[in-house]
């Protein structure tokens, strides 16, 4: 089956999606191993990979070509930020496209002005709403799989109030957005309203205040958790600062060598290479 066509089934059943943040393609063959339905790629985890700050730094081909190594390293379907679909309408339909052909299974777009900022950071500015639709508009002729999923980000809450935030979001749906996504929600409060003021949307949550089981109480079709950059940093600090002052790191920090060589299919590669003859090389 097509992971669009999960995604899809995934979004009509009556339980929540949760997606861990995934940054490459070991990361999401992780997750998939622990038992989740689909994968996000993080575009700030993407960018801190190449060693940037989550700004609008990195190009559409950057972000594609990592997305392309995680949806051909699982089975499961990979949501992807796509920032502001780097550029207007027919930029973003060659956004859809590449996405696409990368099999991924869905991506968010956001209304955020180019080049764009993380949902938290200060300084974010946004776009005229009939300007994002236009983008909507755009992302939907541009599938060739019309169950693709395309998510409308909206980041007017920090900019323009919450009363924006609705309205915008009620124009992104009827522009025929299969989802809404608010980024920038800090509180207990924001994550209800959220809920109450836009009921019969599907709709995301991005966040780890709340737990998954809170998040789907609230009828969110979608969350997006796991703050694997936040890990990653305090855990590989903490080994780094370990390796310095002691000399060694700890080997109970420590998966094994071939626990993840064995996650990343060496027993099918040996397989591959008796088939073929090549396990063992002769000189003649």
Request: proline content about 3%; overall charge negative.
């Amino acid at each position: 089956m097509k992971t669009t066509s999960k995604l899809r089934q995934l979004m009509a059943s009556d339980q929540m999606i949760v997606a861990p943040f995934v940054i490459n393609a070991l990361h999401a063959k992780i997750a998939e191993s622990v038992g989740f339905d689909a994968v996000y790629m993080t575009g700030a985890g993407t960018a801190a990979e190449k060693g940037f700050p989550d700004v609008g730094l990195l190009t559409m081909s950057e972000m594609v070509g990592n997305a392309k190594y995680i949806a051909n390293a699982i089975d499961v379907p990979v949501i992807c930020d796509a920032d502001t679909g780097y550029g207007n309408p027919l930029n973003v339909q060659r956004t859809v496209r590449e996405y696409e052909a990368a099999g991924v299974a869905g991506i968010h777009i956001e209304d955020q002005v180019f080049p764009k900022k993380c949902g938290f950071f200060d300084g974010k500015q946004v776009i005229p709403s009939n300007e994002m639709v236009q983008k909507i508009h755009a992302a939907l002729d541009a599938r060739n799989d019309p169950e693709f999923v395309v998510i409308a980000r909206c980041d007017a809450y920090a900019v323009t109030g919450w009363e924006d935030t609705v309205r915008r979001c009620r124009e992104y749906i009827d522009a025929g957005a299969d989802m809404v996504f608010v980024d920038g929600i800090k509180s207990a409060e924001d994550l209800q309203a959220y809920a109450k003021d836009l009921p019969d949307f599907p709709r995301m949550y991005n966040g780890d205040l709340f737990s998954t089981q809170e998040v789907a109480e609230l009828g969110y079709k979608l969350m997006i958790c796991g703050g694997t950059i936040w890990l990653i940093y305090q855990q590989l600090k903490a080994s780094y600062e370990e390796l310095k002052t002691q000399g060694k790191v700890d080997t109970s920090r420590y998966g094994t060598r071939w626990e993840v060589a064995e996650l990343l299919g060496l027993q099918d590669v040996y397989e591959l290479e008796s088939k073929y003859g090549v396990s063992q090389a002769t000189v003649s």
